[in-house]
C-alpha cells in the first residue's frame, strides 16, 4: 500500500510535504527532509501540495546530475524532525539521492535546498568544523 524499509534492501525516503500530500513518518533505511519535510521553499500558499510534494522527485532527479550535492545531517530523532531542531553536535552527514547509492547509511537527516533549481546547497561551511 505504500513504500517501506521491508521492500527492499536498501529504502531511501524523500520527505517533502508530510502531513499532507505525502507521509511524516521515517518509513525507510534513510529518511531525508528536505526544509524539515512539510513545506518547500518558494512553493505558492496556493498549491503549495502538489509543489512541495512533487519536489521529492525533482530533487532526486538534480541528485543525479549535481557535483554539488545535497548534504544532509542527521537529526538525533524524528521528534528533531517534527520540532524543527536538527542542531545535534553529532556531526553525521549524508549526501541524499546521487550515484552511487550509500547502501550502509542510515537514519534520520535534515538539509536545507534552494527556493528554485539549482536546489543543492553543497556542504554547509559551518559542519566543516
Known amino acids: ?5 521491508s521492500d527492499a534492501n536498501y529504502v531511501e525516503i524523500i520527505h517533502t510535504n508530510g502531513g499532507y500530500a505525502g507521509i511524516v513518518e521515517p518509513i525507510g533505511h534513510v529518511d531525508f527532509y ?10 505558492p ?5 502538489i509543489c512541495s510534494h512533487s519536489r521529492s522527485y525533482i530533487y532526486f532527479a538534480e541528485s543525479i546530475t549535481t ?8 537529526c538525533g530523532d524524528y521528534n528533531d524532525i517534527l520540532n ?3 542542531t545535534t553536535t553529532n556531526a553525521v552527514y549524508a549526501v541524499m539521492g546521487g550515484e552511487p547509492v550509500k547502501k550502509k547509511t542510515r537514519g534520520i537527516f535534515w538539509l536545507s ?3 528554485e533549481s539549482p536546489f543543492a546547497q553543497g556542504r554547509p561551511s559551518e559542519w566543516t568544523k
Open 1 to 5: 500500500e505504500r513504500l517501506n524499509a
Open 34 to 43: 528536505p526544509n524539515y519535510g512539510t513545506h518547500q521553499p518558494d512553493c
Open 45 to 49: 500558499i496556493i498549491g503549495h501540495f
Open 67 to 74: 557535483a554539488t550535492g545535497f548534504w544532509a545531517r542527521q
Open 84 to 86: 524543527e531542531n536538527c
Open 113 to 115: 535546498t534552494n527556493g
